[in-house]
């Protein structure tokens, strides 16, 4: 396969407008309402191609634009160009569980970022976007597609299960994405991406957006990408100018915990990366326990709690947070200043894209990495595949006497706050978040159990969970045929289980008094 090569762009300066560029008026406006009014190298590259409807494949490393430079063709493709851009144009080709883009992206919170950037896009135009992922009920994504979308920004796990299910149908794609497929590759993602990738129409526009071509990447451009142009801005490998690294060396465990809390005390920004999801959660709490508020972001969490602790983050609330490698590309958030490895990363990519998470967007940030003295050998290996020269330095947080590198990079010292106030603050946050899901935290049945009754056609009959009881109660909806209710605080009405009325109600106990526990019963089977 061949493909034009249109070069780097790493050292080009120009002073091009999105409007220069032919992105259409409605979304440069758009655009520069969010303080972004001059086209990063990826974008200034790629519009031209990717406007006039060409498959491209954009070479860059994290941070260098992407999501805008496929979002703006997107748009302007979808709605009609500059003469068809129109809230009623998209609504008049809009069909229920047949979407018109597809971008798929490797972690739940990349789908996130990218679908809000897509709206703020969009939304002028009328284009509607939903996101798609798992470690959620996907009955409100279920919703959503039948109730029609533009474009669907998903993981490939959950759209893969949903394509199964035939709950929609790629048929009518006309635009697809493909972003951070090497890291989809990394994680094993592209027999999936490849079956998804078979069911758009053969004749839509392409986009693929990779640091590298490596892990099979370059065999999705072969199979997929008609005659495309690459525009490579920056590979993974290449050297930030804005990301200045350091490695301090430290002698021991109390040292180096000493070094950990001097780092996070500061008024920025800063993401603290772990290896082990339970180091995450185990940091997050010691440093919330000294006055430095911080959230964790790991495996573990579920989605509700990883969309609070990131929410918290963006806020500023926490100006700390720890991370296991899912949020080393996941996550994009402007302004951090910061980032420390607590361990050199298991291999040089990890290095890399953890450290991407500073120095984006053209601003400087700063990279430390915590070394024992059992790590330095691992480290200079590191740091040789990762094509970086740095010369350690041995540090002791607590002497007397600070390095100045150290304090340089502490800034100004926040002041602490009160970890019983933190907490109280993220129980109303959590206890918000119900309300605005349709839970209420006392326990009564959420928006998509109470009172309700579904049916889903395409599932042969497969219906949702009941809510949970309250002490009002809530009926449930139909799984199986049968019915699944809450009554009372100790839950719901037993469903039936292959066919017949739902039994066992909790007992209410309104005023704290408890209720019989086996009001009314019922057959249990068919």
Known sequence: ??????????????????????????????????????????????????????????????????????????????????????????????????????????????????AETLKMLGDPAGIKVTTIFGGIPQRRQEAALEAGVDVVVAAPGRLDDLLNQGVLTLDGVEITVLDEADHMADMGFLPVVTRIMNKTPKKGQRLLFSATLDNGVDNLVKRYLHDPIMHSVDSAESPVPQLTHHVFEVSGKGQKDALIEALASGTARRILFTRMKHQAKKLAKQLTAAGIPAVELQGNLSQNARDRNLAEFVSGEAKVLVATDVAARGVHVDGVDLVVHIDPPVEHKAYLHRSGRTARAGNEGDVVTIVLPEQRGEMRQLMRAAKINVTPLQVNPMAQSVDREVLDLIGDVAPRVDPKLTEQRRAEAQAAQQRAAGHNPAGSGSSTGANAKRKRSRRGGGGGQGGQGSTTGGQGGQRSGGQRGGQGQRGGQGGQRSGGQGGRPGGGRPGGQGGPRRQGGGQRSA
């Open 1 to 114: 396969m061949t493909y034009t090569n249109a070069g780097s762009t790493q050292h080009r300066v120009t002073t091009q407008t999105f409007a220069d560029l032919g992105v259409p008026a409605l979304i440069a406006h758009a655009l520069e309402k969010n303080g972004k009014t001059s086209p990063f190298p990826i974008q200034r590259d790629t519009l031209p191609d990717t406007l006039k409807g060409r498959d491209v494949l954009g070479r860059g490393r994290t941070g260098s634009g992407k999501t805008i430079a496929f979002g703006i063709p997107i748009i302007a493709n979808l709605a009609g160009g500059e003469e068809g851009i129109a809230a009623h144009a998209a609504a008049k080709k809009r069909q229920p569980s047949r979407p018109r883009a597809i971008v798929l992206a490797p972690t739940r919170e990349l789908v996130t970022q990218i």
